[in-house]
């Protein structure tokens, strides 16, 4: 995230490294004898519908900058475990392949498999259970109910939340909107599936060989890398 913020701040128009046509913001010479400083997009008040982008920005980028936790002493078993899953691929990846195949030949002769909506309920209950697993979190960090799993969480937290009279802390409202966002996402797909032959190719691919090891890994990390950089865009603006 940090580094998507140093991206966008570079490429601001006025920046100290992109000096765009129109630009009313001098080019200031690059400084090699002073620390660098915290970024801050430096926009002209009258630049009103920049307003409230540049708040949002120059606020997470305060946040990172004010975060300066040690990483977690399990950040080197899991780095081990993913570099060992990330070996035993390559040297096993004909086994792989075979039992990757083999599930393949069951599974898309499945109904629930070979079913439009398939991939989009999918999305939605991986969903369903992240959103609640962070929300189960939330709400013990802010309760008293377990004290010590309680402050562990808390010293995680990038911007802490304002507490309570009561001790507690008060919760956001960042999970209230999910039922709406389920139908908003899954309606349009359900009318697609049903009144049209829009999915016909996903019906045809059902046809092909299996896909092998390798192929499902990059799909796999490829989607998530897409997905991470076109919603931080989205979450800032």
């Not at 009144?195 to 499902?216: E, Y």
């Amino acid at each position: 995230m940090r580094i998507a913020t140093i991206v966008l701040y570079l490429a601001w128009p006025g920046s100290c490294f992109v000096q765009f046509p129109g630009s009313r913001t001098t080019r200031r010479p690059p400084s090699h004898t002073k620390p660098r400083p915290t970024p801050v997009i430096a926009l002209p008040e009258a630049d009103a519908p920049f307003s409230d982008t540049r708040k949002r920005v120059n606020s997470a980028a305060a946040a990172l900058d004010a975060l300066s936790l040690p990483p977690p002493a399990s950040t080197p078993v899991f780095q081990a475990i993913a570099l060992g899953l990330v070996t035993a691929g390559v040297l096993c990846h004909s086994a792989l392949d075979a039992n990757l195949a083999s599930i393949w030949a069951t599974v898309r002769a499945t109904p629930w498999f070979r079913h439009d909506m398939f991939e989009p309920l999918v999305a939605v209950g991986s969903f369903f259970v992240w959103i609640h697993l962070w929300l189960g979190a939330d709400m013990v960090a802010s309760s008293k109910r377990f004290p010590r799993i309680a402050s562990k969480l808390r010293e995680r937290q990038i911007v802490p939340k304002p507490v309570q009279a009561s001790g507690e802390q008060k919760m956001s409202r960042w999970y209230a909107g999910w039922p709406l966002e389920t139908a908003v996402y899954l309606l349009p797909l359900w009318a697609i599936a049903t009144w049209t032959d829009w999915f016909a190719p996903r019906r045809a691919a059902l046809n092909f060989v299996a896909p092998s090891a390798f192929r499902v890994a990059k799909e796999i990390v490829g989607g998530l890398f897409l997905y991470d950089f076109f919603f931080f865009f989205t979450h800032v603006f």
